[in-house]
């Protein structure tokens, strides 16, 4: 299983982007996927998650209104679109997927596989 993030770079404070995270090796329509995001010195957290059908989204409280997450199952791909971005939204940001599970979309201990990470920086 593969999953490549990727879109992250270097953007204003109230600029947009939108991360996509490509899958292979796995049945991607069968998958709930996450987003998550580590700070320098921070511990990692939950972004936004979309479950295995698309049609259920979630949401950190922080990024409520700001982030929209999505999914093309036909093209294994899981997208992030984050605006009005803030400094403090700066942080590798990670996808992730598991199967559909019992345990709450934001639990980072209930994925089985990881992205390597894309790196958002907001400059103020």
């Known amino acids: 299983v593969q999953l490549q993030a990727s879109g992250g770079g270097l953007v204003q404070a109230g600029g947009s982007l939108r991360l996509s995270c490509a899958a292979s090796?796995?049945?991607?329509?069968?998958?709930?996927m996450g987003w998550f995001r580590q700070a320098p010195g921070k511990e990692r957290e939950f972004v936004a998650g979309?479950?295995?059908?698309?049609?259920?989204?979630y949401y950190a409280d922080s990024v409520k209104g700001r982030f929209t997450a999505s999914r093309d199952n036909a093209k294994n791909t899981v997208y992030l679109q984050m605006s009005s971005l803030k400094p403090e939204d700066a942080a590798v940001y990670f996808c992730a997927a598991r199967r559909s599970s019992p345990y709450r979309i934001d639990d980072a201990s209930s994925y089985a596989y990881w992205g390597q990470g894309t790196q958002v920086t907001v400059s103020s």
């Open positions: 979309i479950s295995w059908r698309g049609g259920t989204t």
């Open positions: 090796g796995l049945t991607f329509s069968s998958y709930d």
